[in-house]
């Protein structure tokens, strides 16, 4: 249904657009005059009123669109088609005019006119809304501290060499900037709150362009099922979908688009349909070093002990080919246990949204499923899965049973640097090399 506008409504909507763009202009001047202070604590990803505005503009717009213009975008929920269906059925008969009213006809002109319009503001205010998100990143990556060093910090407990050892801040980590003090930065970064000397580290103005260089940049989907396409455009080839929360690795933004990480290998988003965050890593406490190093150590024994033992066994077999080994030095039993029972599933199909580890599974269903046979209930979904169990750190950490996670993936790990893992709809269920990709997280549940 179009919304008719006479020659007094365009001139309404028009001045209406230019105040809109012209307050936002003024908000992208007040915010650029905001960052150029010291850095201060916390970071700061707030809307000003203004930008509320502009907004609220966009959504007048939005009513405008057809059904089926709707169901044409990367990101179209269920709930939003049967909305669009209430609608119509529900909508009160057009009024008919009376005999001596004419019903005003809308000339041609008038709809090119009324669509070039709202094309033209609908672009301004995207570009207004990418503008300000700018904006307010760099005013937030102002407020960080990084450590520019060969290997890491201290972070002590006062602004002097003689304050206590607290943790590390290793080179390219980051925390957040609380005060200065003699040539110190107090500062807050994961588990750790304490002082670095400020010439081993960059702030301010300096670690604007490191923190987008340092950080890992994440997509995370806000619609149901996200098109992720090949190519960007909505006319390109759909690549793969994306359930809503997922988070998916950003390797390259352009305008309106941005270049994901999938199982199906790399392609392209709406921004209109995730929101953009940058994760960096954090300082490590005392106790989280101490425990890191013995677990190491443990590991490393562990390793040998098993590579000695699959050498022995292999040097006796017969020369078929074995099933995958499980190393039994490294891990818990229960988690050896989850990867074998995982394994038996090899070769059955891929299925989006399932859960049956015979009839078919996505990914995280996949993970599910296995760890709901010993007990344990998990999120449906892999960007869930990164806050599940406990960090180990990385994959020269994991262990049989670990849960590995990836970009809009995840898979479970068995040892000898595999993981066995619901991979696409051609492939089905398969063991793969762990580092087939950039793993985002290892998570430990047993």
């Not at 309404?12 to 202009?25: D, G, M």
């Not at 990556?141 to 060969?150: E, Q, T």
């Not at 449906?380 to 960090?391: E, K, M, P």
Request: proline letters at 3%; a negative charge; aromatic letters at 6%.
């Amino acid at each position: 249904m179009r919304r008719k506008i006479g020659k007094t409504g365009k001139r309404t909507a028009v001045c209406a657009v230019s105040a809109a763009l012209l307050f936002s202009s003024m908000n992208l001047d007040i915010l650029a005059a905001d960052v150029n202070g010291l850095p201060s604590a916390g970071i700061d990803f707030f809307l000003s009123s203004n930008a509320t505005s502009v907004k609220s503009l966009k959504e007048d717009e939005g009513e405008v669109k057809s059904s089926s213009e709707k169901k044409e975008s990367d990101g179209l929920s269920e709930s939003e088609e049967d909305a669009d269906a209430k609608a119509t059925a529900t909508m009160s008969p057009t009024a008919t005019p009376s005999p001596t009213e004419e019903p005003e006809k809308e000339p041609e002109e008038d709809i090119v006119i009324e669509e070039t319009m709202m094309a033209s503001t609908t672009k301004s205010v995207n570009q207004i809304e990418r503008k300000l998100e700018a904006k307010r990143e760099e005013k937030g990556f102002k407020s960080l501290v990084i450590a520019d060093v060969n290997d890491y910090v201290n972070v002590r407990s006062m602004p002097s060499e003689e304050g206590e050892i607290l943790g590390k801040l290793y080179d390219e980590s980051v925390g957040e900037f609380i005060s200065e003090k003699d040539g110190w930065y107090e500062i807050t970064s994961g588990s750790v709150t304490g002082y670095v000397k400020a010439e081993y580290c960059v702030t301010g103005d300096d670690a604007v362009d490191l923190a987008k260089k340092v950080g890992t940049r994440i997509a995370t989907v806000t619609t149901t099922t996200l098109k992720v396409r090949e190519e960007p455009g909505m006319d390109a080839v759909v690549l793969g979908l994306v359930p809503i929360e997922d988070q998916l690795l950003v390797t390259e933004e352009l305008d309106g688009w941005v270049k994901v990480d999938i199982e199906e290998g790399f392609g392209y988003v709406s921004t209109d349909y995730v929101t953009l965050s940058t994760e960096f890593v954090k300082a490590e406490s005392k106790a989280e070093e101490e425990a890191r190093l013995a677990k190491e150590a443990a590991e490393r024994r562990a390793a040998q002990a098993a590579a000695a033992k699959a050498s022995r066994k292999s040097s006796s077999s017969s020369g078929s080919a074995p099933a995958p080994v499980i190393p039994s030095g490294g891990g818990s039993e229960l988690g050896a246990a989850v990867a074998n029972y995982a394994c038996q599933f090899v070769g059955n199909p891929y299925v989006w949204g399932g859960t049956s580890l015979t009839n078919g599974a996505d990914c995280s269903g996949f993970v599910m499923s296995v760890y709901n046979n010993f007990g344990v209930s998990l999120p449906h979904s892999s960007a869930a899965d990164r806050n599940v169990g406990s960090s180990v750190g990385g994959l020269e950490n994991a262990q049989p049973g670990d849960i590995v996670c990836y970009s809009g993936h995840v898979g479970i790990y068995i040892g000898d640097g595999q993981i066995v893992h619901a991979s696409t709809a051609k492939t089905g269920i398969i063991i793969s090399n762990a580092s087939y990709r950039s793993v985002l997280s290892v998570r430990r549940i047993f």
